[in-house]
């Protein structure tokens, strides 16, 4: 089924805050094998300069891709997920994300594409603090397999 | 042991790393990242979207690149720009670790990179392969660091 493409330029959120917490990063840390005590010791991380453990660079994909699944929800998308593939992402950091980060993201539907039996789906999600401070860009590209 | 950026040059290579995946590893990415699709972890489902079988999340090899490089940056701070294109699927054979009690099947990341570029205010920019089985699952794998 191909993507509705009136969805480009419509923009989804800001959701509700989502909060960093030092046992989320920690997990996430530990599932992806980053073995920095950053991730997991306040003390060290103060010492860095930071002012909590700081998350690693793809932990934003959780708080991203929070954001986009209510707007892959919608139904007038026509998005079949079950045959969804990730076909790029980029991540633009203008600093870590922080243990005690009380954050937002907001969804914009780059373009919706044809090429050949696949359609392409490009996001951007821009994730700030409730205070307006912008710590990451998320961009993504879904494709979604022909059947 | 980190690198500085004194110490780095444009075409300066970043040693190989092997990073082994199985299925506990993506069960575990799954729920960390909150990505429960079933081709990450049921084998009959991924079968019957056409999938050669369950296949690594393409956010967990992204992920496993993202390691590489803050590995070597010094730390997940380091790291200002990420991105990648997902070029092939990494399928993760079931295996038999422990405490299955062996050691086969699962996958086998590897990840090497390159400065590409020294950048202003002790930015680097680097290119990263990464690849499965021969096959390079990510490609315009691309990070800009920021090193002491």
Redesign the interface.
Known sequence: MALNKEFVGRVFGPGEPYEVSRV?IA??????????E??RDKAAAQR?G?PDV?????FA??IS??STASMHAEPGLGLD?????????????S??LHAGDVVVATTTVESIRAVGAMSMLVTSTDISTIDGEHVCTA?STLVE?GK | MTVKYADVEQGSEIPLKS?RVTRA?LV??A?????F?P?HWNERFARS??LPGVIA????T???A??F???WAG???A????????SA?VPVPDDTDPPLGGTTGGATIEVSGKVREKLADNKVAVDLVATCGGDKVLT?ARAVVRLP
């Open positions: 989320k997990e996430f840390a530990s599932a992806i094998g980053e073995p920095s950053l991730c860095a930071y700081i998350a690693p660079p793809t994909i959780v891709m929070a997920y079950s045959m969804v593939v990730h076909g790029e992402e980029s991540f633009s950091h600093r870590p961009k397999r | 990073y590893d575990k990415y729920g960390a990242s909150g990505d699709n081709i979207v056409g999340h393409g956010m967990f992204m992920a496993e993202g390691k490089v803050t590995e730390g997940p701070g790291v200002l720009e990420f991105g990648v294109r997902f699927v315009r």
